[in-house]
Each structure stands twice: as C-alpha cells, then as structure tokens.
C-alpha cells in the first residue's frame, strides 16, 4: 500500500506565494512520476504539473513561469513552489503519485487534498 501525505496549503493574498509538499510512503519499488491536480469549486479536477523520474516536467498552461515543480526521489517527495498567486488557482490541491509496488505491481495514489486560498 502506498500513501501520501500533503501539506502546505492555506490562505494566501493575490501576488503571493505558497511551497506544497507531497510526501510518499509505503510499499514504494520505484517511481515512475509524481504530480499535481487541482480542483475548483464546481469544476472538473485538472493537472497542473507533472516531473517523471528522468526529470522531465510539464505545466498546464495556465501557471506556467510561475508554478515550479521539483522532485527528492531519495525522500520520496514532490514540491511545487506556486508564485504570483491569482484568485483563480484557488482549489484544492491533489497530489498523485505512480509507479511499481515491492511486489511489481503498477500503483497510482492519490493524497488527501490540502486547500489554497487566494483571497485579498
């Protein structure tokens, strides 16, 4: 089993900054790629930003030059450094995580959700 832990989210003023971190842990054999959702009120859940293993990212179009994603793959944890907040990346944000269990089976895990706020 494998399970993520997030943190980071809160109440932010437009302009400025929050760090959220996504921590996995369990039966991990290997990671293929880490990432982020995000959900709004009334909206469908969309990807934000993804890092693979290798190293290579991808960003919705909408935070890109102000979102960075990074990964620790010896801890096992995604950030994602979100800048220049707007009241529209108000949502909750989801962390998912994929790749093979000890016992070689693909897995892909959500976390629980932490909210962000962009409100003056």
């Known amino acids: 089993q494998v399970q993520l832990v997030e943190s980071g989210g809160g109440l932010v003023q437009p302009g400025g900054s929050l760090r959220l971190s996504c921590a996995a842990s369990?039966?991990?054999?290997?990671?293929?790629?880490m990432g982020w959702y995000r959900q709004a009120p009334g909206k469908e859940r969309e990807m934000v930003a993804l890092?693979?293993?290798?190293?290579?990212?991808n960003y919705a179009d909408s935070v890109k030059g102000r979102f960075t994603i990074s990964g620790d793959n010896a801890k096992k944890t995604v950030y994602m450094q979100m800048n220049s907040l707007k009241p529209e990346d108000t949502a909750v944000y989801y962390c998912?995580?994929?790749?093979?269990?000890?016992?070689?089976?693909?897995?892909?895990?959500w976390g629980q959700g932490t909210l962000v706020t962009v409100s003056s």
């Open positions: 998912n995580v994929n790749g093979l269990t000890t016992a070689f089976r693909t897995f892909g895990s």
């Open positions: 369990g039966s991990i054999f290997s990671i293929n790629a």
């Open positions: 890092i693979t293993s290798g190293g290579t990212v």
